[in-house]
C-alpha cells in the first residue's frame, strides 16, 4: 500500500490524539510508518465486537437486578477484564474476585477493597457500587 492509500476513516478515534500506526510504500519505494485514523472494515469489526460486550453487559445487569451477581463483574466486563487480569491488577487471587462478583459478599467488601477495584477499572467507588439504568 503506498502511503497515500492508508485509510483515514475517522469513526473510533475522532476527538483523541489516538491512531493507528501502519506501514506504507513512500514516493521512493521506501517502508515508512503513517498514521491512519481508522478503516471501515475495522471500524464495522469493533463496532460488532463492542455490540457483544454491550449484550453480555445487558445480561449481567438483569442479573444483578435479580440479585444474582455484583456491580464488579458488570464493570469488568464493562472493561474487558475476565477474572484473570482483575486478579492481576487488583493484586486479589482469582478465587477471591469470582467471591466478589457474588452479591451478597460484595455489599460487605470495606472501602480499601472497592478503591482497589475503582482504580483497576478507572471509575469512581461510587461508579463501581452501581450500574447504569
Not at 521512493?28 to 510508518?33: I, K
Not at 449484550?55 to 477484564?81: F, T
Not at 482483575?86 to 472497592?114: A, C, I, M, W
Amino acid at each position: 500500500m503506498k502511503t497515500e492509500d492508508v485509510p483515514q476513516d475517522l469513526k473510533y478515534y475522532k476527538g483523541t490524539i489516538a491512531r493507528d500506526l501502519n506501514y506504507a510504500v513512500d514516493e521512493d519505494g521506501q517502508y515508512r510508518a503513517v498514521e491512519s485514523c481508522g478503516w471501515a472494515p475495522k471500524n464495522e469489526a469493533l463496532d460488532l465486537a463492542w455490540e457483544d460486550v454491550h449484550e453480555k453487559c445487558r445480561a449481567i445487569a438483569q442479573k444483578i437486578r435479580k440479585g444474582e451477581s455484583s456491580p464488579l463483574e458488570y464493570h469488568a466486563v464493562k472493561n474487558l477484564m475476565t477474572v484473570r487480569l482483575l486478579s492481576e491488577y487488583t493484586g486479589f487471587s482469582k478465587r477471591l474476585v469470582r467471591k466478589h462478583y457474588r452479591p451478597e459478599v460484595f455489599q460487605t467488601l470495606d472501602e480499601h477493597t472497592l478503591e482497589i477495584y475503582a482504580d483497576a477499572l478507572r471509575i469512581s467507588v461510587e461508579e463501581l457500587r452501581s450500574i447504569p439504568e
